[in-house]
Structure formats: structure tokens, C-alpha cells
């Protein structure tokens, strides 16, 4: 497999020159915040990320007046933030203008597609300081062939492959590669765009979905073909300024849509954090092997990353292969991240802004996160179901994702719907209360995984011989 995948030439990397954010702006802002000022703040985003990332946001010393556009209806019934539906993200001038009338100093970015349609761009040559990649650099998820292509530039090590734009050449490698093979859509696809082939036939049908049948549109023109890996995945996250970076945390997902790992891929069905799987050894590896040579490329190709990477990990017999990078907070693990943040979230962006060595402090309490989602997700669902009971909610910290407010009712608005975080001493207790909790909120139209967390919880059992 490997050699036939090096035996086609790759493509060429092509990168437009960044702007980068002018640190000036994040300096005065620090300079008002220790004299004692707040300043208005907006996070631009409706999914469960936002809604985590603005409620951590809420606690901080220095936040004035708390934004959120478009948000949902969980941001909406927050005393501590302001929600903005009717105000469109897309449309970088009225978002400009919207924060100069309201003396909005601080914008996050949270969402891949407003980073990738160059909203911060957009903000910072209007002077507005924003946590986020530029366009350019979100190449990095927007465009798995770029990605993949740095990979190959800068001996990132991940799965061998192709692209094709061609759908007959994409089937002939196919066909000389064997199965299992994995096919994924170059552009954005709300984290659906990647089929497991099993077979030569799932993965024609594959290409025929996503370059003839415009399943994903424009996302599926350009493919990628990659061998199968295996072993554990794992999501791991750092702060990058240019060359600089810094070391989160980490967290596992579950993508798949059912118990077991079964069904289709999903945007998340649930997480945890920290994976067990993410050993301090290999956690190490990640930065030297993948993250710093990443942060290098960028810079190397004039494209700088300034932002939050989200290294999406393969690991194997201890040490961890690159499946794809993202530019964002992941959800649901943002989720499971903020709930053990316990440094001022705020001021930790701005400084990373300003460019400054940022080290946050997290519980070291795990938590875990179950997604209800629409019954018929990942395909097709129905919107407006009723969701009761979300108040009585005890031992859990309830995050809205496709919700909205229908005559002072939450209804369902999208795919996943809410996300169930809650924390414990070791895993099984967050994983119970998470349950609970799930278990106390009204939803007929909704499902979820009952597996969340079952690698860490399988782990932890065998390490205490039980």
C-alpha cells in the first residue's frame, strides 16, 4: 500500500501570504483589563462549542457585555450572555459593524467555516482584535489536500495517500490499493465526509457520492484516497503563534453514530477528557513529531498559524499518527475541555493573541460528554421537536448545539442537538452522572450513544482488577 500511494507525485502546495493579527491591539486591551476595565466580547457560532466556550468565557473577571451570534436557545436562556440570531456571520461587514456599535474589543471564532471564509481577516483589518487562523492558514482544514501535501513536504507522519479530482483515476488506485481503505472529501464536510471502505465497492460508492452525486458539494470536487490505519484515535490541542507553541490537553471522541463504533461517521457523538490513551510519552511525540513541524511549514510557506490546532491522532503500539489537523476547538470536546479549564479563559486567548507563553490550569477530575441527537442523524431528521425537562437537570452542565426557542419552548434545530457534561472523580462516575443527568431531560425525538467513554472506562476497571 505504501509504496503504491508514493508511486503517484503529489501535488503542490499553494498558499496566499497571510496577515497576521497586529499585537498592539491585544496589548492595550491588557493594558485596560489590569487597570480594572471590561470589554465586550462576541463569540461567533451556534453549536455546543460556543455555547461551552462563551459560558467559561461569562466567568472571567475582565468580560463586559458577552455576545453570541447566531447562538442558540441554550444561549439564549444564559443570564450572562446576549444572543444575537438575527445577526448574519457571514456577512463580515455587518458583523464589523455590529462590534464597532457596541464597542466590541474581542472577537473567537469558533466554527471551521467562518475561519475558512476569512472572517478573521476581515476583523483584523478593521482593527478588531479575533482569536482565530486567517483563511490561508485554515487551509489546514479547509483543504485536506493541503494538508496532506504539508504532511509530505515536512515529514509529518500520516497515512499515505493520493488526491484525485478525477473520479475513474481516484477508483484505479482504489482498485490497485485493495480495501480497507479510507476516502474522505478535501473540503468541509461537518465531519461526515470521511467513509471507511471495507470493500472495493463501498469505496467506488464513495467517490461516486462525493464527485458525482455532490453528497458534500463543492467539498467532494477534490478526494483524498488514504490507507487504512489502525489503533486508538484521540484528539489533542494546542495553542500556535507562528512558531510558538504550546500544549493543551487532550480528549477522545466517538464518532461513529451507534454503540460499538457502529454506523456512520458523525460530527461527534460524544467525548471525554484526558484519553488515557494520550500518555505523557506520546504526548510528547505529538508536539515534536506533528505540531511543531506543522507551526514551521505554515510559517515556511507564508501561510503563519496563529489559533488553536486540533491534531486528530491514530495512535498504534505508542505512537500516534496525523489523521487530520482542524483550526478549531473540536465539539463535543470543547465541551469536556471547558468544564476542567480552571484558568481565566479570557485572558488566557488574549495573551496567546498577544503572542505571550500562555500555561492553563486544568481539574484533574475527568469529564465526559454524551450528544442527544435527532432521531435519523446522521441523515435526515426532523426539526421542532418539543425538549423538556431541562431545568430539573441536576449533577451535569447542559450545552445546547441545534436548539431553538419556539413560543418560550426549546425545540430541536439541527442534528445534534445537546450536549451532557458532567465531571467525576475518575471516569465511571462522569460517565454515570453524565447518564443521570441525560436521563432526567425529555427529548422523544432525540437519541444518543450509551457508550461514552468506554475505552477509559475498560482501562480504568482492568487497572483496578475489576
Known sequence: MASQMAAVAG???????????????????????????KQNVLVVGSGGRE???AWKLAQSSSCGTLYVAPGNAGTQLE????????????????????????????????????????????????GITAFGPTAAAAQLEGSKAFMKNL????????????????????????????APIVVKTSGLAAGKGVIVAQTLEEAYQAVDDMMLNNAFGE?????????????????????????????????????????GDTGP?????????????????????????????????????GTPFRGVLFAGLMIENGRAKLLEHNVRFGDPECQSL???????????????????????????????TVVLAAKGYPGSYAKGGPIRNLEAVTGAKVFHAGTAMKDGQVVSAGGRVLGVTATGKDVVEAQRKAYAAVDQIDFPDGFCRRDIGWRAVARLREGAGR
Open 11 to 37: 501535488a503542490s502546495l499553494q498558499a496566499a501570504p497571510a496577515r497576521s493579527t497586529p499585537r498592539r491591539r491585544a496589548a492595550a486591551l491588557a493594558v485596560r483589563c489590569a487597570a480594572g476595565g
Open 51 to 53: 455555547h461551552a466556550l
Open 79 to 126: 443570564p450572562s450572555m446576549v444572543t444575537l440570531p438575527q445577526l448574519n456571520t457571514s456577512n463580515h461587514d455587518q458583523v464589523i459593524s455590529f462590534c464597532r456599535e457596541k464597542g466590541i474589543e474581542f472577537v473567537i471564532v469558533g466554527p471551521e467555516q467562518p475561519l475558512v471564509e476569512g472572517l478573521v481577516d476581515s476583523l483584523s483589518a478593521a
Open 151 to 178: 504532511c509530505r513536504k515536512y515529514n509529518i507522519p500520516t497515512a499515505q495517500y493520493e488526491t484525485f479530482t478525477d473520479p475513474a483515476a481516484a477508483k484505479a488506485f482504489i482498485t490497485q490499493c485493495g
Open 219 to 259: 467539498a467532494g470536487t477534490t478526494v483524498v484516497v488514504e490507507e487504512f490505519l489502525t489503533g486508538e484515535e484521540a484528539s489533542f490541542f494546542a495553542f500556535i503563534d507562528g512558531e510558538n507553541c504550546i500544549p493543551l490537553v487532550g480528549a477522545q471522541d466517538h464518532k461513529a453514530v451507534g454503540d
Open 265 to 301: 461517521n458523525t460530527g461527534g457523538m460524544g467525548s471525554y477528557s484526558p484519553a488515557p490513551v494520550l500518555t505523557p510519552a506520546i504526548e510528547q511525540q505529538v508536539m515534536e513529531d506533528l505540531v511543531y513541524p506543522t507551526a514551521r511549514g505554515m510559517c515556511a510557506e
Open 338 to 368: 471547558m468544564v476542567r479549564l480552571q484558568s481565566d479563559l479570557l485572558e488566557s486567548l488574549q495573551a496567546q493573541c498577544r503572542g505571550e507563553q500562555v500555561k492553563l490550569e486544568w481539574s484533574p477530575d475527568p469529564s465526559l
